[in-house]
């Protein structure tokens, strides 16, 4: 099992830049695919970016594709999300989780999520 714990949200102006990080626990990490999703105001959460367990693939959503970068860094257990020229629709909790899968953008494929990491991105 891993357990992800998110942190690195905060306020940013758009334009901006801001690094979420997912620490996991479990001596197993490289074996899990690892996804960011994201859950704005009023909306279903949603998938954002994904890596499998060896970190040599990606996938994006569209919308952050060429300003997000999804990252992990298996000897210390840790996923980073890096993200550029942020924009006010960015705002929301961002979610790490995941999956014995591998690059899987389906919610109910993953079985462990974090609490969540609020960004919020100002005009």
């Known amino acids: 099992q891993v357990q992800p714990v998110e942190f690195g949200g905060g306020l940013v102006q758009a334009g901006g830049s801001l690094r979420l990080s997912c620490a996991a626990s479990?001596?197993?990490?490289?074996?899990?695919?690892m996804g960011w999703f994201r859950q704005a105001p009023g909306k279903e959460r949603e998938f954002v970016a994904a890596i499998t367990g060896s970190g040599g693939s990606t996938i994006y959503t569209d919308s952050v594709k060429g300003r997000f970068t999804i990252s992990r860094y298996n000897a210390k257990n840790m996923v980073y999300l890096q993200m550029n020229s942020l924009k006010p629709e960015d705002t929301a909790v961002y979610y790490c989780?995941?999956?014995?899968?591998?690059?899987?953008?389906?919610?109910?494929?993953?079985?462990?999520w974090g609490q969540g990491t609020q960004v919020t991105v100002s005009s």
């Open positions: 989780a995941a999956t014995v899968g591998n690059l899987d953008i389906a919610q109910a494929s993953y079985n462990y």
């Open positions: 479990g001596r197993t990490f490289s074996n899990y695919g």
